[in-house]
């Protein structure tokens, strides 16, 4: 096996990691990645701090605190940045499935994410690291934050997400100016945004299509959508409909940009049972368990037979005598004496 080359030895195994240049141009290429940490300590539950550096000059471009890694937590994030920023060449990320599709053969889709296809519609590249180390300016700012930032929020009596991220502005600015590079190069590749705002709120949504049945339905996240009966919809049975799901909650079904009204049917919204939950999503999913759990009814105490007939348990079992259900058996057999002498009087 060593001649064939089918087994190695673990010195032979060990992979090494060749330092990267930095890109020359500011905006060129931004590292992301969230970092899950007891940020407050003591003082509040654990967060997820999404953070954005510019690979060129290890500015901090943008911080926020959220709950968990989801698409809509990086769209909030994402919207500060192009606001205050605009339109970077280039994101690097990780592996998340917030970033990259899992399975590359999935019949449905369109081959990218609710994340990537925003970007693509902004003209914004997404490219993922192999490794943890291909993307080290990132995680390296994390350790930095972890330290750092957690001792500015206790000295400065923050708790909560909200005051966190009303104090992260002003500590990024003196990060930055302790920190920042200069860059090889002097050019800004941050382009502006021009577009609309409408136009914006369409892009950072859970966009989808859906096959209309001949039911003038179809199904989306364990919900029937039962669309309303009129002259659009009579012919879109067998036709695909645009979904848009926002960040506030709204649901709408479009066709050809068109708002289509409809109803939901059978509404579910449990944790479907054994569904794949990732590492960096699973304290957000087990406290929404957890409150789903308490918002439940608690269970009805059955009363056996015994009880509905007036038995109570004493404690002890007296030693011999007649049994205390000896009377709900005698009016039992008197029940089926009678029943069985008035129909052989009815015969």
Known sequence: ??????WLSRKQRRTFHQPRLRRECYGELIQIDGSDHRWFEDRGPPCTLLVFIDDATSTLMQLR???SESTFSYFEALDLYLAAHGRPVAF??????VFRVAIQSAKSGHGM????RALNALNIEILCANSSQAKGRVERANRTLQDRLVKELRLAGVSDMDAANAFLPSFTDRYNAKFAKVPRRADNLHRPMN????????IFCFRDERLVSKQLAFSYERQRIILAENEITRDLAGKYVDTFAFPD???????????????VFDKDQRVTHAAITENKRLSAVLEHIKAEQDKAPPKVKVKPVSAKNGYVKTGRRPP????????????KRAEREARAASQSSDI
């Open 1 to 6: 096996m060593q001649d064939a080359g089918i």
């Open 65 to 67: 605190f959220v709950t």
């Open 92 to 97: 690097y990320s990780d592996k998340h499935t």
């Open 113 to 116: 994410t609710q994340f990537g």
């Open 195 to 202: 577009i609309e705002p409408d136009r914006l709120r369409d």
């Open 249 to 263: 909650g709204r649901f709408e079904v479009r066709w050809k940009g068109i708002s289509i009204p409809y109803s």
């Open 320 to 331: 011999g005598g007649p049994s205390k259900m000896e009377p709900y058996y005698a009016r």
